[in-house]
DNA sequence: TGACTATTTAATGTATACATTAACATATTC
DNA sequence: GAATATGTTAATGTATACATTAAATAGTCA
């Protein structure tokens, strides 16, 4: 049987990341809520696979700050407090600034213009339309966009982590929160800003935008007592 | 070989987060230089476990920008490149001076205020005594205390995951680069826009003197060719 | 010789075994 | 009945076993 031809087997940690990714989608889609308890047994027996690859895959997740693995009782979903979000809020405006800052300095291509463009496009319709599902997408496509052209692939992998923490939370306060017309609008600046290569402006626009949206969300979180969700 | 009759042992980790300390500690300390590989099996015998304990600490690592964990080669210690270094410096020149700005919004205690100026003093003496080595420590405490003074948990652990990416290359550089007299005057306006609750000169004073820093650095490595290191 | 294949080696990814011990339940004492 | 002591259970941390397969080596034929 000819099976030394090519087998085409490549992938190395095979249960280990699968365990990972599936465990992480149940946590960002929030099929799992914050507060969620498993233990490494059952998610071995529900995945198919020893609980090896589930122990490696928690250790990771436990390192992005989506679970707590706890001495006896399995691990825990962790929850989004309003000082949670305060302070992901803090380091996105931060480090999302600088990554606006970078690529005013670093220019786009025509093609990045045309996906930052296309985002803040999809971004007013949807709003037009009252359609928040579309336009939170829209959103994200955005801030996603802006640390990817900004060169810095470690700042990148920070903002996503951010991203995935504050997920769910921001899924929750979307309908809580009032139109985010401004919210173009500041990106609209800054694209504006970035195309005519002005660092600085580029860099305090989008840090004022982030600022504020981080202050709007901590306070609804608040306001709805929110404390942990 | 554990099962010698052992302490009372009343950690849960015992073994994992031992291995994940003595691993980092010989990165950190460059007993092993970047390069450097081991295998699991070779560090389980020399720290006296098993494979588990140290597969653990190593994917801790890994996500830690430490090491890289190669298919059959064992685990590898990361480098620094010039461009990582560029990285590593943009994001702490924002993440920093966010603190800065945090902590001077917040204000600070006698206590906070007294570790402050006695960091920057210990790094004027050790300046005029032309000692690198104590001027680097006071200069890394600094440092430590503002996002440690910030009071956003979250940016503080990772700009101290920088500082470890970061730390040989910084140890390395430091005879190479020029007398780090304006990062002591830098340090001092700092603080004392911290102490006259002045968040935005905070910020940018603090952001400035990062980014000269950064540029300084990356300008070193590249003009002594230290690619990786 | 040199490219190409077969064979061996060894490091890994995963599964399983096992001793430990925190958490829970039951029993005991006053 | 409350508090403490004792026994039981079960989830974990670690060790070990094992199958897989990339890499190294030897072997084969042009």
Redesign the pocket.
């Known amino acids: 049987m000819a099976n030394?031809k090519q087998?085409a087997?490549?992938a190395?940690?095979?249960?280990?990341?699968?365990a990972y990714e599936i465990l992480k989608r149940r946590i960002l889609d929030n099929e799992w809520p914050a507060g969620h308890l498993a233990?490494?047994?059952e998610l071995?027996a529900e995945l198919?696979?020893?609980?090896?690859?589930i122990?490696?895959a928690l250790i990771r997740l436990e390192k992005e700050g989506l679970v707590e693995?706890?001495?006896?009782?399995?691990?825990r979903v962790l929850g989004i407090s309003a000082e949670d979000m305060e302070e992901i809020y803090e380091i996105l405006t931060c480090l999302e600034s600088m990554a606006a800052e970078l690529v005013a300095k670093r220019g786009l291509t025509d093609q990045q213009r045309a996906e930052l463009n296309a985002a803040v496009n999809d971004m007013d319709t949807a709003l037009a339309q009252d359609n928040l599902e579309t336009w939170a997408k829209a959103d994200e496509r955005f801030h996603k966009l802006l640390v990817d052209y900004c060169g810095n692939r470690r700042l990148k992998s920070l903002v996503e982590g951010c991203f995935d923490q504050a997920h769910r939370a921001r899924l929750l306060t979307l309908k809580l929160r009032p139109k985010p017309t401004s919210s173009n609008e500041d990106h609209r600046a800054t694209v504006n800003a970035i195309e005519r290569r002005d660092p600085t402006a580029a860099r305090e626009i989008h840090r004022l935008h982030r600022m504020r949206a981080g202050e709007m969300l901590v306070e609804i979180l608040n306001k709805h007592g929110l404390s942990s969700l």
Chains 1, 2 share one sequence.
Do not use: N, Y
């Open positions: 030394t087998k087997v490549k190395r940690r095979l249960f280990t990341d699968e233990l490494e047994q071995a198919g696979m020893s609980r090896t690859p122990r490696e693995v706890r001495p006896r009782h399995g691990m």
